[in-house]
C-alpha cells in the first residue's frame, strides 16, 4: 500500500511538471531568425520588427533616390564615378558606390572604393589639433615661431602675434593660396616654413580671411613638435584606428598599392580619359594628404556628429566648427546654397547658417570642399539634424557645387516629409 502511494505521488508529480513545461513551450514565439532585428553600428538597442520595416524601407526609397540622380549625372557626362555616404544619428544609412573607377573598364565604385580627399584633410586637422587642445598639448593662441623658429612672415612684432588658430583658420595674413607651388613641388614643410620671409603679409593677424595651404599645412610640424609623433601617427592612433577606418590612409606608397581606387579623370574629346595617381600633398598631410573610402567617411562623420564620446567628448569636438573668421562676399558657390545666411571658417572647417523655408530659426552646417590631382569631393554636417552627407568623385565635375544641398533635399524627402525644404535664396 505504501509502494503505490509513493508510486501515485511521483506519476502526480511527473504530470504536473510536463504540463508545466509544455504550457511554457505553448507561449514562446520567440523569434531567432537574425533579419527580425537589427542592430546598428554603436546602438545598444535593437529595433522592433516595426521599425525595422520603415528603416529599411526608407532606405530603399532613398537609395532609389540616388541611384536616379547618379544615374543620370553619369548619363549626363558629368562624372565618372562616386563614394557616397550618409549619416543620421548613429547609423551609417548609405555607403555605396556609382559608376566606375576606371572609365576604360566596368570596375564599379563601392562603399569601400578609396579616393584622394583633398582639402578635405584640413577637416582631420582641424579635429586633432582641437583633441590635443583638449588633452593639454597645445593651445590655439601658441605662436608659430615658438614651434618654428624659422618662420618669418613681416617684421618681427608680425612674425610674434601669428598663432596656431591664425594658420587654422586663414587668417595668418598671408595673401592667397601663398607658396601652393612648394607643396606641390614636395618640399619639406621646415622648409616652406622659412620660405615664408619672403612674402608680404596683406593684413594684421586675425584680419581677414585668405585661404591657404602651404601655411595651414604647417600646424602639422607644430603638432609633431607638441607630441613627438607624426600628424600620420596621431591620426591613426588617436582616429583612424579605434574608428575602424582601415582603408584610410596618408602616403602615395599605399594608394598605388590599393586595388580598390578610383582613379582620376579628366574631360577628353566627348568623354574622358585616366589620370596618373600623383604623389603631390603626402608632404603636407593636414592640408591635402588622406585618402580615405565612403565607408570609412560614413565612420568619420558619425564620430564628428558625437557618437564616439569615448574616442573624443562632444565640446572638444565642437571647438574646430567654431567660427573664427567671417567669409565675407557672395561670390563662392556655397554662399548660393538655398536658404544661405553666412559663412564663417572655424579650424579646417567652413560653419555656414542658413534657414528653412518658412522659419526663421537659424541652423548650421559644417561643411568642406576638397580637389586634388582631379579629385573633387564634399562633406557637410548639419549638427540640428544629426545629419552628414560625403560625396566623394573620381572627376572634377560641376555638380560638386550643389551636390551637398541637392542630397540633403532628397534625404529629408525621404525622412522629414512634413518638414519644409530651405527657402530659396533671393
Not at 42 to 59: Q, T, W
Not at 145 to 172: C, R, V, W
Not at 283 to 305: K, P, Q, T, Y
Amino acid at each position: 500500500m505504501r509502494t503505490f502511494k509513493v508510486l501515485a505521488i511521483f506519476a502526480l508529480l511527473t504530470l504536473t511538471l510536463f504540463l508545466a513545461t509544455s504550457g511554457i513551450k505553448s507561449e514562446e514565439p520567440i523569434e531567432t531568425n537574425p533579419s527580425s532585428e537589427i542592430v546598428l553600428e554603436n546602438e545598444n538597442e535593437p529595433l522592433s520588427k516595426i521599425d525595422l520595416r520603415e528603416y529599411n524601407s526608407n532606405k530603399e526609397e532613398l537609395q532609389k533616390a540616388l541611384s536616379h540622380y547618379f544615374d543620370r549625372a553619369i548619363k549626363n557626362g558629368d562624372i565618372v564615378g562616386a563614394g557616397v555616404s550618409i549619416v543620421q544619428g548613429d547609423s551609417i544609412i548609405v555607403s555605396n558606390g556609382f559608376g566606375k573607377r576606371n572609365v576604360n573598364y566596368n570596375d564599379k565604385v563601392d562603399g569601400e572604393t578609396v579616393f584622394r580627399l583633398g582639402s578635405l584633410s584640413k577637416g582631420f586637422a582641424g579635429v586633432l589639433a582641437a583633441n590635443l587642445k583638449n588633452d593639454g598639448y597645445l593651445n590655439w593662441r601658441d605662436r608659430v615661431i615658438d614651434y618654428l623658429p624659422q618662420f618669418k612672415l613681416g617684421d618681427d612684432s608680425n612674425t610674434s602675434e601669428i598663432t596656431l588658430a591664425n594658420i587654422m583658420s586663414h587668417t595668418s595674413g598671408t595673401p592667397y593660396h601663398s607658396f601652393t607651388n612648394l607643396v606641390e613641388a614636395n618640399l619639406p614643410l621646415e622648409t616652406i616654413a622659412e620660405r615664408f620671409k619672403e612674402v608680404a603679409p596683406i593684413s594684421k593677424p586675425g584680419a581677414m580671411y585668405s585661404y591657404q595651404n602651404a601655411i595651414f599645412a604647417l600646424c602639422g610640424e607644430i603638432m609633431k613638435k607638441a607630441t613627438g609623433d607624426e600628424i600620420s601617427t596621431s591620426l591613426q592612433n588617436r582616429f583612424f584606428t579605434p574608428l575602424g577606418m582601415c582603408s584610410t590612409s596618408m602616403d602615395h606608397k599605399t594608394l598605388n598599392k590599393t586595388i580598390n581606387v578610383a582613379l582620376p579623370h579628366s574631360k577628353w574629346r566627348s568623354g574622358y580619359k585616366t589620370l596618373q595617381l600623383t604623389n603631390k600633398y603626402y608632404n603636407a598631410i593636414a592640408a591635402g594628404g588622406i585618402n580615405a573610402s565612403a565607408h570609412d567617411m560614413g565612420r568619420w562623420m558619425r564620430f564628428l556628429l558625437g557618437h564616439n564620446p569615448e574616442i573624443m567628448k562632444k565640446e572638444a569636438l565642437e571647438e574646430a566648427f567654431t567660427p573664427f573668421i567671417e567669409i565675407s562676399g557672395s561670390h563662392k558657390y556655397y554662399h548660393k546654397w538655398p536658404g544661405h545666411q553666412k559663412s564663417y571658417y572655424g579650424f579646417g572647417w567652413r560653419i555656414h547658417k542658413f534657414v528653412e523655408k518658412g522659419s526663421s530659426v537659424e541652423k548650421t552646417i559644417w561643411h568642406h570642399g576638397g580637389s586634388v590631382n582631379n579629385y573633387r569631393n564634399e562633406i557637410a554636417m548639419y549638427p540640428e539634424k544629426d545629419l552628414g552627407i560625403c560625396v566623394l568623385l573620381n572627376s572634377n565635375s560641376k555638380i560638386s557645387k550643389t551636390v551637398i544641398p541637392d542630397l540633403y533635399e532628397l534625404v529629408k524627402q525621404v525622412y522629414d516629409k512634413d518638414v519644409e525644404m530651405p527657402a530659396q535664396k533671393m
